[in-house]
């Protein structure tokens, strides 16, 4: 693969002055928001500044860092990185620690007969340690800027924004094939013959893979779908076209996967109440997080799911089975140490004994962070990505419960869906951890909101008043 051009550093190097001017001109949440979601979009793939010890600087610790900087200095903020609740904290150490106690756990090198794989150092927890403290910053400040309905609004209406600003580019791709990356930053970040589906072309732009830009397709398309049900009568036929021109730069985008949540995705977003929404999305994420039980013990329907996608295609089919395939045997390998996984350094994968060669992939994002990290930290990472989703959950179902905003639900949805492509594909990004920190600062404000309507209406029928519903 080429070097990234001179344009693509100068790019790493410029963006800090983008978030800078982000936050000097628009309110902290939506300078988080275009910080965050901008460089995701607009910086280059595979390329990084490379300091020692220090993690490497790029499209996701470049934004990140300048976000808290800018919080903490151009908003004059206080950030709390600790969430409200024992188990969120329990979580946040998991993440941000467990790396640490892998790297002990693995000093010894993998020997084969030609070479070997190196053991663990402590120079690694160090980065690691550093690596998972900065992926979670826009998490705590999401958490700060982003909660409430306003918050969630803001979210959706600049996926929205972003999807229609990104078609640009992606019809480009389309029509004369991914060449984004090559005309701006000098090289293509994947393997191209991955871009050729349907006897035409997906486009990639300057994400890690054509995957990743399908799914942001399927992000904008929901974010539209609840501002349909948001907007007046009015402004419902703009709204509808704007619906229906993502929804078909999302066919284009060629993944089966992202369409077929959209199709699940849809009657629930415009059709059914905020509370179902919010439960809907709950069930998911406790359905990812037991996953890797789930598949141990034999309890996930894998060849129904597999002659479901022959009856699509063929080709889909034998993908699936080839990644289900490797999951097995990464799983089996991954249980082996169980607790704290094998590091990195590719020691989690099988190799060919004599040369070393890797001879398993791993795409799905849980069997990549159990092999890495262990219980412990998959618990935390995807703990901590779903503790949102089942502390709004907890609020749906409680009694004196608040009413849900129709912009909560919707990014909770996002989230979820967020959550299941993990169990496929490795679609952790840092809106994820945006969305993530949002709604938890929204729970844990719905939360108090439950506790005073608990005490009001407790109150209320004491002095033989009628109880009252507080609605948000």
Known sequence: MPAPNALAYLMLLVWPLVCWQLWKRLDPGRALIWSVLGGYLAMPPLTAINFPIIPDLDKISIPNLMALYCAIYVAGDR?????????????????????????????????????????????????AVTNQVIVLIPFFLARHYLRGAEGARKVLEALVLAGLIYSVPMLIEVRFSPQMNVWVYGFFQHDFFQTIRQGGYRPVVFLPHGLWVAFFALMCLVAAMVRLRAVTAEARPK??????????????????????????????????????????????????????????????????IVDFATGFSADRAYSLQFRIDNEELLLARALERPLFGWGGYGRSFLHDPVTGQMTTIADGAWVIVLGIYGWLGYIGEFGLTALPLLALGREAVAKYAAEFNRYTAGLALILAANMVDLLPNATTIPFTW????????????????????????LRAGLHGGAPKRTVI
Request: some cysteine.
């Open 79 to 127: 950030i709390s990185f600790l969430p409200e609740g024992k188990l969120g904290k329990l979580l946040i150490v998991l993440y941000t620690l467990s790396p640490f106690a892998t790297v002990l756990t693995n000093a010894d090198p993998i020997q084969f007969q030609l070479n070997q794989l190196q053991g663990m150092r402590i120079y690694d927890s160090v980065a």
């Open 239 to 304: 709204a509808f076209l704007v619906l229906c021109y993502l929804a078909f730069m999302l066919f284009l985008c060629k993944s089966a996967g992202p369409m077929v949540y959209a199709l699940g995705l849809a009657p629930l977003v415009l059709l059914t109440p905020w509370r179902w929404q919010i439960v809907v999305a709950a069930i998911l994420a406790a359905i990812v997080l037991t996953y890797p039980m789930l598949r141990g013990a034999h309890l996930v329907p894998l060849q129904q």
């Open 434 to 457: 945006l969305m993530a920190g949002a709604l938890l600062g929204e729970a844990e404000r719905m939360h108090h909101a439950r506790l005073a309507n608990r005490r009001s209406q």
